[in-house]
């Protein structure tokens, strides 16, 4: 510290913090929604109908419900169904809240340009690394947000990390784990040997191509 070699900390502004609690609110509401879809789903599969997800279309709720079931498989189907009505709106609700903040920053909006990114993905790494100008490498990005395997964080890297995956794997994980490659190949240390070769491929060429990596250089 006195010869002012510390590194600086970076904390998360106030709106960034609450819009984290969008994402998390919304990822648990769409848990609690697959959990009630696979609960019908098995009630369902017990009478013999395997209709997958034929069960959540008009005409298959409407012969789902008229099912003639046991009393206490009955109040399950019922009670679930409306767990199920209540969940949706609301899970709509923040999805479009969550559009809408993609659509107030540029840096979102480009990296839904990559192939397997969505609105929900692009805003969680916005989030998640805030100001990219404080990696040295791309390698500390994926230590940061706690996706890199083997790696030791502290406690608040690793809240940060399950926020990370827990988001990232909703949108797709073959999405998320190549844009989360693509970041960290995007921002080595200038003259790194070991990250020029992280970023070229086993010919040799530079996978520099993509639109993911000049957004991490130029968030």
Known sequence: MREDRFPPTWVPSPENRDLRQLLWHLHRMVQMRTRIMNQLQALAMNEGKRWKSKLFSQPGRAEFEKLALAP????????????????????????????????????????????????????????????????????????HGGLQSGQTTARTHQQTGQLAIALLAGGGRAGSHTLQSALAASLPAPGDAAAQEHREGSDGSTDGDSVVLDVAERM
């Open 72 to 143: 206490w498989a009955s109040r399950r189907r019922r009670e679930l169904l409306e767990l199920l009505d209540r969940l949706n709106p609301s899970i709509e609700e923040l999805t479009t809240a969550a559009e809408q903040e993609v659509n107030k920053r540029p840096e979102a909006l480009r990296l839904m340009t990559h192939p397997g990114v969505g609105p929900i993905t692009a805003l969680a790494y916005v989030l998640i690394i805030g100001t990219p100008e404080r990696f040295a490498r791309g390698e500390q990005i994926g230590t």
